[in-house]
C-alpha cells in the first residue's frame, strides 16, 4: 500500500501570522536605517528565506550582508515580541478537523515552513499540534523555497514517493517547491498570495477552507 503524505506550509496556510511578521519585518528596517516596506510588500514575501525577502523588500541597490543583517533584527524582534506574549499566530479555522479527517484517512502529515525549527515547535506547542506530524522540515534543514529539498526531506522522512504526496499552501513559491520536486500542490484562498495566482503556477485545485481539502485529495488521487 502506498503511503500518503499530506505536507503543509505553516505561515499563512496554518496559522494567520502577519501581523507578527510585518511588525517583524518593519522593526528590522527601522534598525537598519531604512525606510519601512508597506505591509502588503512583506505578505508577499512570506515563505521565501528571510534573507531573501528582505532583499526583495530593501531599497536597490541593497547588499547580501545588509540583507543578513535585517534578518538578523527581525529574528531579534520576533524573540522579543514572543518573550513579551506579543505573538499571538491564530490557527485559521478547521485546522484541528482537518489533521483529524487526514489521520483517520490514513494519509501521514508534514510542514514545510521558511519558519526556523525553533519558532516552528513553539508554534506547534501552542496549539497542540507538535505530535501530529511525521515531520517537520524548515528553513533550518533544507535551502528555502522554491528549492524541492524540504519536501525531498519529508518524502524520504515519510518513506513516501512523489505520486502519493501532496503539497498545501497559500503562496507560488509553496507550488513552485512542489513543481520542482514533482509533487501536486494545492492552494488555499485565505493566505497570501491570490487564488489565481496559485493556479497560474500551477496548483491543482485552491480550496476555500479546509473542509474542501479531503474531497479534493481524494479527487486527485483518484485521478
Keep these: 500500500m502506498n503511503i500518503k503524505l499530506c505536507v503543509f506550509d505553516c505561515d499563512g496556510t496554518l496559522v494567520d501570522s502577519q ?7 518593519q522593526a528590522a528596517f527601522r534598525a537598519c536605517g531604512l525606510s519601512l516596506p508597506e505591509p502588503r510588500d512583506i505578505r508577499r514575501v512570506v515563505g521565501l528565506p ?3 525577502a528582505a532583499l526583495v523588500l530593501a531599497p536597490e541597490g541593497t547588499d547580501a550582508a545588509m540583507a543578513d543583517r535585517l534578518a538578523d533584527a527581525y529574528r531579534d524582534t520576533f524573540s522579543d515580541l514572543r518573550r513579551n506574549g506579543q505573538v499571538e499566530d491564530p490557527l485559521f479555522p478547521g485546522v484541528h478537523d482537518v489533521v483529524d479527517g487526514l489521520d483517520a484517512a490514513g494519509w501521514l502529515l508534514g510542514i514545510a515552513t521558511g519558519k526556523g525549527r525553533r519558532g516552528l515547535d513553539m508554534t506547534l506547542d501552542r496549539h497542540g499540534l507538535k ?14 523555497k522554491p528549492a524541492p529539498g524540504m519536501l525531498l526531506n519529508a518524502m524520504a ?4 514517493d512523489p505520486g502519493s504526496t501532496v503539497m498545501i499552501g497559500d503562496t507560488t513559491f509553496d507550488v513552485e517547491m512542489a513543481n520542482n520536486a514533482g509533487v501536486l500542490a494545492i492552494g488555499v484562498a485565505w493566505g497570501y498570495h491570490e487564488a489565481t495566482e496559485l493556479t497560474a503556477a500551477g496548483a491543482r485545485r485552491v480550496i476555500p477552507g479546509f473542509d474542501a481539502l479531503v474531497p479534493s485529495l481524494n479527487e486527485l488521487m483518484e485521478a
Excluded at 501581523?19 to 519585518?25: G, K, N, Q, T
Aim: charged share 20%; aromatic share 4%.
Design 157 to 160: 522522512d515519510a518513506g513516501a
Design 50 to 52: 528571510l534573507a531573501t
Design 131 to 144: 505530535d501530529r506530524f511525521v515531520t517537520l522540515q524548515t528553513a533550518d534543514s533544507a535551502p528555502g
Design 19 to 25: 501581523d507578527s511578521i510585518v511588525r517583524s519585518m
